[in-house]
């Protein structure tokens, strides 16, 4: 038998020390600068906070990697909407719940 568990928890992505300042500068360069740098300043500052108080660094990295994938997603999301939200390829939900009373 090993002391060690079957399954290791997952732990998060630690980004490089200089990510945080480095995805500021991608934010400030993207066309959304205008909404999305303040909403990634306060959140950063409210992780910061956090992590002084609890001495971890989870919720920086978590910050981190959410508006990484924001940034990362962008392009994605505006070819949706440049397609004017063609969405002949799904269901409507409301339509299938009410098939299944």
Known sequence: MS?????APVQPYAPAPGAPAEL???LRA???AETWV???EQEWATALEESRRTFSL???YEIVNTWQARLA???SVDAFFASDRDETGFVDL???R???R
């Open 3 to 7: 002391a060690r568990p079957d399954h």
């Open 24 to 26: 500021l500068a991608q």
């Open 30 to 32: 993207d066309r959304r």
């Open 38 to 40: 303040p909403a990634f």
């Open 58 to 60: 989870t919720t920086l």
């Open 73 to 75: 997603s962008a392009p």
């Open 94 to 96: 409301a339509e299938l």
């Open 98 to 100: 009410s098939r299944q």
